[in-house]
């Protein structure tokens, strides 16, 4: 089945009252860096916009919600939830988490030696954030300050 999402978002935000979704066109191309040594050497950091969250942490809701999680890597899979604004998307990762949050791979290729090592915790925010400053003003110098302090060499972005 063709689903055309970015008609679906445009709906959905009409349907919540939100104004037409603005797509975000970058002013820019983005900085590119050089990856410094070998995944097989570098630590790895998971982010992942499809609003996981782990059992007996707050959900998200739905308007605006700039705020993000830090999923312990040794969470069992059953005990990951998503909240999301496009919840429409979310059958196949309420059935297997890691196909939109995959610590379980990722903790394969560092037990396998292909990337060094992975993160103490996976980072999840509403990727459906409506606001475009909050994303750059919020979310995003949130995420960088967290992968930082765990001393990040390479993230992989999960989008949703």
């Not at 103490?120 to 003003?137: D, F, H, L, N, P």
Request: include cysteine.
């Amino acid at each position: 089945m063709h689903v055309n999402y970015m008609e679906a978002i445009r709906k959905r935000y009409e349907n919540l009252g939100y104004q037409s979704y603005r797509w975000f066109i970058a002013e820019n191309a983005p900085a590119w860096s050089a990856v410094q040594k070998p995944l097989s050497k570098s630590k790895i950091g998971l982010l992942s916009t499809s609003g996981a969250y782990a059992l007996g942490q707050m959900a998200y809701h739905y308007k605006d919600d700039s705020s993000i999680r830090e999923i312990p890597i040794e969470t069992p899979t059953h005990d990951i939830r998503f909240s999301h604004i496009t919840e429409n998307y979310l059958v196949s990762p309420r059935k297997d988490p890691n196909c939109i949050l995959p610590i379980e791979t990722l903790k394969s290729l560092a037990k396998k030696g292909i990337i060094g090592s992975l993160a103490s915790t996976a980072i999840s925010c509403m990727g459906g954030t409506y606001s475009q400053r909050k994303v750059r003003e919020e979310i995003a110098p949130s995420v960088l300050e967290k992968f930082m302090r765990d001393d990040i060499d390479c993230a992989l972005l999960v989008s949703m």
